[in-house]
T-cell receptor, first 115, second 113 residues
Framework: DQQVKQNSPSLSVQEGRISILNCDYT??????FLWYKKYPAEGPTFLIS?????DKNEDGRFTVFLNKSAKHLSLHIVPSQPGDSAVYFC??????????????FGRGTSLIVHP | DAGVIQSPRHEVTEMGQEVTLRCKPI?????LFWYRQTMMRGLELLIY????????DSGMPEDRFSAKMPNASFSTLKIQPSEPRDSAVYFC???????????FGPGTRLTVL
C-alpha cells in the first residue's frame, strides 16, 4: 500500500502560469517532506523541503505548502518556465533508529511547461 | 565535488547472468542508499548503509540481491542470477549523517533479456 501518493501522473502548463503539484500521505509519523526534480537520464535532485512544524516554505519561484490535518502537501511553481519540465517526486521521511532519515517516495508527476 | 558516481551507466545482460552495479558516494557522506525505479513501483529503497554498515535491507526483493560496502568510498549491488523482471534503473544516493536531503547518482539502466 502506497504511503505517499501523487495522483496526477502528468501536468501540462503554459509558460508564465502557476504549476501546482500535489502529494498525499497516510503515515502520521512522517515529520519531514521533500520535493525532488528529475530530468531524463539523470538522478533526482533535491528541490525544496518542509518540516512538519511549518506550513509553508518558499525558495524563489518554488513554494511548498503542508496541511498536516489533511496529510497533504503541494508544490507551487510561479512563474513556470520551460526548463521546469521534469518529473517531480514527493518524498516523506521519518528518523530511523539507525541514524538516518529514510524517505518514502511517490511515483512522480511529469510536468510539461509549454512555451 | 564530482557528486555520486555510478557505473556502468547502462548494462544489458542475459537472464541467469551475474550483474554488479557500482557506486562511489560523495566524500564525507556517512549514509549510502540503493534505490530501484520501475514504472510499476516507482522509486523503492532497497538497502541503506550508515558508516559502511548495512542498517536495513528489508527492501531487497529476493536473496538474488546482495549489497556490500567494503569502505567509505565504494559500494556494490549484485544480482545473481539476474531475471528479466530485474530490468529497471538503479540509483545510488548518499547523504551526511542525520541529513534529510539525499544526493543521487545518475543511475544504472539495467536490461535483462
Amino acid at each position: 500500500d502506497q504511503q505517499v501518493k501523487q495522483n496526477s501522473p502528468s501536468l501540462s502548463v503554459q509558460e508564465g502560469r502557476i504549476s501546482i503539484l500535489n502529494c498525499d500521505y497516510t503515515n502520521s509519523m512522517f515529520d519531514y517532506f521533500l520535493w525532488y526534480k528529475k530530468y531524463p537520464a539523470e538522478g533526482p535532485t533535491f528541490l525544496i523541503s518542509i518540516s512538519s512544524i511549518k506550513d509553508k516554505n518558499e525558495d524563489g519561484r518554488f513554494t511548498v505548502f503542508l496541511n498536516k490535518s489533511a496529510k497533504h502537501l503541494s508544490l507551487h511553481i510561479v512563474p513556470s518556465q520551460p526548463g521546469d519540465s521534469a518529473v517531480y517526486f514527493c518524498a516523506a521521511s521519518s528518523y530511523a533508529s539507525g541514524g538516518s532519515y529514510i524517505p518514502t517516495f511517490g511515483r512522480g508527476t511529469s510536468l510539461i511547461v509549454h512555451p | 565535488d564530482a557528486g555520486v558516481i555510478q557505473s556502468p551507466r547502462h548494462e544489458v545482460t542475459e537472464m541467469g547472468q551475474e550483474v554488479t552495479l557500482r557506486c562511489k558516494p560523495i566524500s564525507g557522506h556517512n549514509s549510502l542508499f540503493w534505490y530501484r525505479q520501475t514504472m510499476m513501483r516507482g522509486l523503492e529503497l532497497l538497502i541503506y548503509f550508515n558508516n559502511n554498515v548495512p542498517i536495513d535491507d528489508s527492501g531487497m526483493p529476493e536473496d538474488r540481491f546482495s549489497a556490500k560496502m567494503p569502505n567509505a568510498s565504494f559500494s556494490t549491488l549484485k544480482i545473481q542470477p539476474s531475471e528479466p523482471r530485474d530490468s529497471a534503473v538503479y540509483f545510488c544516493a548518499s547523504s551526511p549523517a542525520s541529513y534529510n536531503e539525499q544526493f543521487f547518482g545518475p543511475g544504472t539502466r539495467l536490461t535483462v533479456l
